[in-house]
């Protein structure tokens, strides 16, 4: 079956971290873009960070740089995100999706999304 499963969400209290993984099965993801997006309560989906396929090129929103990294192991089929620093405002579902195009659209397979929520 392909498929993205996504895990490590939870909660957080504002300033701390979380490391999202998404892990790629029924397919090889080396010869796809990996991105990240999230759906924060009542807004829109927006792309959060993405990764080439072979890893050469990271992209993030203003609103992550420097507190994101998003990062691949093509060995272990998954793509990982490190989310330090993080605030109320990064509370959302992330998803992770996979490009065979680029980092910019076409996103066809998707995962089915992980809550993580900032609170004290």
């Known amino acids: 079956q392909v498929q993205l499963v996504e895990s490590g969400g939870g909660l957080v209290q504002p300033g701390g971290s979380l490391r999202l993984s998404c892990a790629a099965s029924?397919?090889?993801?080396?010869?796809?873009?990996i991105g990240w997006f999230r759906q924060p309560p009542g807004k829109e989906r927006e792309g959060v960070s993405c990764?080439?396929?072979?890893?050469?090129?990271?992209y993030y929103a203003d609103s992550v740089k420097g507190r994101f990294t998003i990062s691949r192991d093509n060995a272990a089929n998954t793509v990982h995100l490190q989310m330090n620093s993080l605030n109320p405002e990064d509370t959302a579902i992330y998803y992770c999706?996979?490009?065979?195009?680029?980092?910019?659209?076409?996103?066809?397979?998707w995962g089915q999304g992980t809550q993580v929520t900032v609170s004290s």
């Open positions: 999706a996979a490009s065979r195009s680029s980092c910019f659209t076409a996103f066809i397979r």
């Open positions: 029924g397919f090889t993801a080396d010869y796809w873009h």
């Open positions: 990764i080439s396929f072979n890893g050469g090129s990271t």
